[in-house]
């Protein structure tokens, strides 16, 4: 279909594009910007006043529950939140159950998600079986069916030979490593930031020293092997000031961050809010503030979701026995537009963090506008302010810290390969 995108202000950071003008959409792919390719006709039209059109944004960490945890959320559930949320594509990490460590768990989840309104969906398979940390996994055949990197989401690998043969096996075919660098003995039995916060409320705390001593031992390995390493989820100043180092040195690695530690800090956890119980935990100001400033400057190289849908009776525990984690799917461009205006940064510098920059960690052809390109395209209202409620959201899961919040940044249209996957309720 030959669809036509009028009076938008186009923002595409790949391509320099701030500027209003059309879009032109034919055959699923992005026909032209500016001027209709010759011969183009619109078959429909899509009236962007007051809107920007960006490319659809790109989350690094989006769990879809499935398999396993169907009773937390459904692959139908969340995308659906994908789509209202303007992503249009996503990788999901291997910790479901069982876990992403063979081809035929991954095929499946691939098959599921290949409906039109469905967004593209990138397995990150396991580095281990069963994510035990024990034996590797078959990586190439996982690659095959269609893993796009090797990780193992939040559990820890103890043995370090083990890390070190994973690495080696990664680098010799070129498979991306993707680890969270966290420390399980300096972290065990804790459930918030070791500081103030989780003294005052009685908190086991979990010391910044357990992401930093992790990373070390990351980094040296990456350095030895020459696997190319992506840290999920730094969560500290002290953690990205070795990212740093380490690039200076000449190790390959980037890293994320999430949305919530865009925003949050300790403080934040309250009176024992289960919403706030994150992993990597809630740091201190100094490290949100850092944290903020590395995505500013580029040492942080994408902002992502860390998606987490849980069911309502996971919340309902004390604090240190939640399940963890919260929902964001829907909430990462109006969080992303949130930080760029307190940052005094421009939207287009703001807006590569969640679109091209997590593309290109990807290894994707995606996050642009570019003739020729899959026309994955996301418009909204940056004025139109939403409030964050349990019936906004269309994840299964109703687990955030931003519940009750109004965030400005509202969705209009999401378009997949041109397929309307998403259209705002009118009024």
């Known amino acids: 279909m030959r669809i036509q995108i009028t009076n938008g202000h186009v923002v595409d950071p790949a391509n320099g594009i701030d500027k209003p003008t059309d879009v032109f959409i034919a055959d699923g792919r992005i026909a032209g910007i500016g001027k209709a390719p010759a011969g183009f006709a619109a078959e429909g039209t899509i009236d962007a006043s007051g809107c920007i059109v960006c ?23 969340e995308m659906a939140a994908a789509a209202a949320g303007g992503v249009t594509s996503l990788a999901c990490p291997p910790d479901t159950d069982p876990p992403l ?26 580095l281990t079986v069963g994510l035990a940390g024990q034996r590797l996994t078959e990586m190439a055949e996982l690659a095959e069916a269609g893993c796009i990197a090797f990780g193992q989401a939040n559990r820890v690998i103890l043995d370090t030979q083990v890390l070190l043969r994973a690495m080696q096996y990664a680098s010799t075919f070129g498979f991306p490593v993707w680890l969270q660098a966290q420390d399980p003995y300096l972290a065990r039995n804790g ?36 696997a190319r390493l992506h840290v999920t989820r730094v969560s500290s100043a002290a953690g990205l000031e070795m990212i740093r180092a380490a690039r200076a040195a000449g190790i390959a690695v980037s890293c994320d961050v999430a949305a919530h530690h865009l925003h949050l800090c300790e403080n934040d956890i309250g009176y024992f809010n289960p919403h706030a119980r994150l992993d990597p935990p809630l740091r201190s100001l100094r490290d949100r503030d850092a944290l903020r400033a590395g995505l500013a400057d580029g040492t942080v190289d994408a902002l992502c979701s860390d998606h987490t849908p849980v069911d ?35 939207l287009a510098r703001a807006l590569a963090r969640v679109t091209s920059d997590p593309a290109r960690i990807l290894g994707l052809d995606a996050g642009t506008l570019g003739v020729g390109r899959a026309a994955d395209i996301c418009v909204f209202d940056p004025k139109a302010s939403v409030r964050i409620t349990r019936e906004h959201l269309k994840s299964q899961g ?30």
Do not use: C
């Open 55 to 77: 490319p659809g944004l790109v989350d690094l960490a989006a769990r879809l529950r499935e398999p396993g945890f169907e009773y937390r959320a459904t692959l139908e559930s």
């Open 101 to 126: 460590d063979e081809p035929g768990l991954v095929e499946m989840l691939k098959h599921r998600a290949r409906l039109p309104e469905f967004a593209h969906v990138y397995p990150v398979g396991a």
């Open 191 to 226: 459930v918030a930031h070791d500081g103030e916060v989780a003294a005052r409320l009685g908190l086991t705390g979990i010391p910044v020293v357990a992401e930093t001593i992790a990373l070390a031992t990351i980094l040296h390995l990456a350095q030895e092997t020459g």
């Open 312 to 346: 309502d009776d996971g919340k309902l525990a004390p604090f240190d026995e939640v399940e963890i984690g919260a929902t964001a799917l829907e909430l990462l461009l109006p969080l992303t537009l949130k930080w760029a205006t307190e940052a005094k940064l421009p």
């Open 398 to 427: 109703k687990n955030t810290p931003f519940l009750g919040m109004e965030l400005d940044g509202e969705v209009r249209f999401t378009l997949i390969e041109g397929h309307l996957a998403y259209s705002a309720p009118m009024g």
